[in-house]
Nanobody, 134 residues
C-alpha cells in the first residue's frame, strides 16, 4: 500500500523544538522531491520546506528559514522536519508530500525530483497537528 505516515506533532512551548517524521511505504523515496507544507485555521496552505532528489538542494520559506531543517534518510525511507525556536505562528497542521517532478513552495522556490520511478507520481501525508503555546 502506497502511503506517507506522519508522526511527531504535538504541543510545545514557544522557543521549544519538535521533530516531525514522515515514513513512506509502498515506494522508494529516493527518486522524489520531498517537502513539508502547513495550514493554519482560516489560512491558505503554505509551503514550508523542500529537498530535491538529486543533489539534495533545499529551500525554505522566509518564515522558517534559520529555524527549521529538512532532511531525508533514503535508507530508512523517511523524511524529517526539525523545528527549533518555535513560535505561536508555527501552529498549524503539517503535511509531508512527495513528487516525481517538482515540489513548489511558491515565491520561485522549488525542488526537483528524478522524473522517473515505479511508484506513484506524488503523495501526501494525512497531516499532524503542531501547536505552539504557553
Amino acid at each position: 500500500q502506497v502511503q506517507l505516515v506522519e508522526s511527531g506533532g504535538g504541543l510545545v512551548q514557544p522557543g521549544g523544538s519538535l521533530r516531525l517524521s514522515c515514513a513512506a511505504s509502498g515506494f522508494k523515496l529516493d527518486s522524489y522531491a520531498i517537502g513539508w507544507f502547513r495550514q493554519a485555521p482560516g489560512k491558505e496552505r503554505e509551503g514550508v520546506s523542500c529537498i530535491g532528489s538529486g543533489d539534495g538542494s533545499t529551500h525554505y520559506s522566509e518564515s522558517v528559514r534559520g529555524r527549521f531543517t529538512i532532511s531525508r534518510d533514503n535508507a530508512n525511507n523517511t523524511m524529517y522536519l526539525q523545528m527549533n525556536a518555535m513560535k505561536p505562528e508555527d501552529t498549524a497542521i503539517y503535511y509531508c508530500a512527495t513528487d516525481l517532478i517538482e515540489i513548489d513552495l511558491g515565491s520561485n522556490r522549488y525542488c526537483t525530483g528524478s522524473y522517473y520511478s515505479d511508484g506513484p507520481p506524488g503523495s501526501w501525508g494525512q497531516g499532524t497537528q503542531v501547536t505552539v503555546s504557553s
